[in-house]
């Protein structure tokens, strides 16, 4: 038995909480009485048995949530119409919960919800009908077939608005007619979308996924048929999914920076343009994610494709574009087949064409009988650039079976260009011609191998960024004079590639205008010699976790500008030699093993070899460096730092008269980490400011001589730490040694460090106030100033670390001690002043 009395009544309203006109109803209806409901209300129509309620006459309800059908076996139907008509509320209305559900909204009539649901539990049914001009249903959330049956039509004009729009693998949506529209914010189709005869869908972002048994389709057919998308669409979201634009019906997916993409996330999707369907999209993917698979297909002369971005056939998934039947897909960006090694792509054409501004693609990709016309282009086809050969060229594919493709080249510096797509090519430019492009790539799959050269004066390469070994083989030279300009440059760019830069004689130059990796995840190696020159931003040297880059500087005249970073093993392995007179200039950080984890070397020989640093130079920042600088080679930097970090463990070592460093501020040997440096065979270090020898608390360093001198304006050390035969001239001393300034003892000193067998290091001593002074660097120390000496320093230190003892008397008239900056009084051990 129902729980609620049959009543049949019609009831002609002047309440004002419900406006004006007529409400009908009759069945299963709780409460009993419609007029009575307010935004409060909940509502039911076919609780146990049937109910209806129908509203027309310009009358307005209010409800809080409504359920109809709400029991199984019961219905709840109600209708909506009328100009001035309206149900609204800010609830859920269900129309059919475990029963059945209807609901028509016509000729004006409006319903407005938060949530509207259509068959929610299994065994359900629901259906929505909203038709005719101004009829409208408005909600936050729209799901049609939860897990019932159910279809919702708009027609005639009709609309409905969602916030987000899900139509579910029980759903089904008909949109028909002019004016009739579904506009979303998202749109969400699992189960079947027939747009038809002028309809309209509308949506920031669509997604059609498909369920666990069934695909999402989306059909799209007759003329004024429109699917406006005005950002991501998705065809195959994590399920299956198709979409059909077909009988003169047309979908923009952004057409100036919107996005499809067919096959997502491990999903499927096909895309069918056929009978004059028309496709605008900003960019297009096939198989964009890993175990996803996408398929388009366009059929039929009037049938249309338009990207105004890129089109990708395989991004990393596997995935095929049929181009049929005398039909045109035109590509204003990159065309690519097979983003990446391990993925397959097929651009498949019968009788078809293809026009796009470059072209990524094997010859083994591009199958049966058509046309490519194109500004770009790498494949394995060789180039040359020459006297004789111009910037239009023609290729006919016929070596597979039944293959009979034509591709029109012409260069026009607009697209990319480049050799060895999965082959091996070569691109060679001379006879000074100039030849430019958006983006070059030689070597792009693994075992394929591209070769260029750029050669003679006035030969030239203008391009963006390129790359030289993606995944594969690179292999660029630039001699006699040919020159490159480019934008940011991967030598050796994925793992497993290699790649290779030659820059040799006088005039051969190459401008790298933006960032330059020098294996960026795989090997990369740049040699400059003979006189060549080249400059870049900033430069990485070895930059990821496994990746090798080595960077050769060799022979007079040979240059290197580079104006920004410079690091030499930025988390990989990083090599960069310097010599015979070639010369390097970096004007920003410069780190050599920067990174935890990496390895940088840096070897700086010959005379007139040198490397100009603006800024400081850490060798060894978090990871391993070595600096070498050997037989007459030469070094300048502002701040040098040997083991900056804990986990750093790092050396230099400079051997060979005139072997010069030169540090304009202080010298670090041991930061927070250790340091080691060898001055030997009458090598100099020169040092503008303080060297300080393990600076902070726990790091430890050394200073080992052989022959070798340390200029210095003040040195902070222990004598423990200054080991072997030098020497060192300094303006301050902060050690473990006793220190008196006094009628007997100048300010001039000359100290002799035997404190070890084979140890004898004389330090010249010369108070000038250009450096630190005090006493008990790591061990025990003595400074006493008296009999009217006047001493002065930038910094004052007496125990300077943890252990440390450090005294200081000023003693007696006229004898004075000026510090221009801090004096610290036992800075980590222990300072006194006992007199």
Known sequence: MPRHATIALVVLLCLPTVGRGEITWSGDVDPSDPTTWTSST?????????????????SDLLTWNVYMGYQSGSSGQATVDGVGTSWSGSGRFQIGRYGDGSLSITDSGSVSFGRVELGVYAGSTGQVTVSGAGSTLTNTILEVGIQGESVLSVNSGGQVQSMNGYLLEHGQANIEGPGSAWINNALYVDGILSVTNAGYISCLSGYISGGPEEAGVVELKGAGTLWSNRGWLTVGDRGAGTLTIADDASLIANASSGRLDIGTYGGSGSLFVTSGGTLSSGSMRLASHANSSGQATIDGATSSMTISGSLSVGVAGDATLSILNDATVNVAGLTSVASSSDVQGEIRFANGTLITHGLLASSEELTGQGAIYTNGLVSDFNLQFDSSHGMKKSFLLQTLPGQDITIDLEVDGSAILGVGNRGMATMSIADGVQVASNSGSLGYHQKATGIATVDGVGSTWTTGNLTVGTFGSGDLSITNGGEIVSGTTRIGYRAGATGTVRVDGAESTWIDRSDLFVGLDGHGELAVGNGAKISSDSTYIGNSTGSVGRVSIVGAASTWLNEGFLYVGNSGTGTLIISDGGSLESNSISGIGYESGSTGEVVVEGAGSTWDNLSTLYVGGFGNGTLTIADGGYVRNFSGNIGYSTDAANSVSIAGHDSTWTNLGNLYVGHWGTGFLSISDGALVTVNHETFVAFEEGASGEIHFD???????????????????????????????DLAFDATHGIVQTLTLDHSPGNSITINLDINGSGALGAGHSGTGMLSISDGIQISSTTGYLGYHEGAIGEACVDGVGSTWSISKDLYIGKYGDGDWPC
């Open 707 to 737: 022959g070798g001198t340390l200029s210095t304006g003040g040195l902070i050390a222990s004598i423990e730490k200054l080991t072997g035969v030098g020497t060192i001239e300094t303006h301050g001393l902060v050690s473990d040694v």
């Open 42 to 58: 909940t509502a039911y129509l076919g609780d146990g048995d049937d109910g209806t309620l129908s509203l027309d006459g310009d």
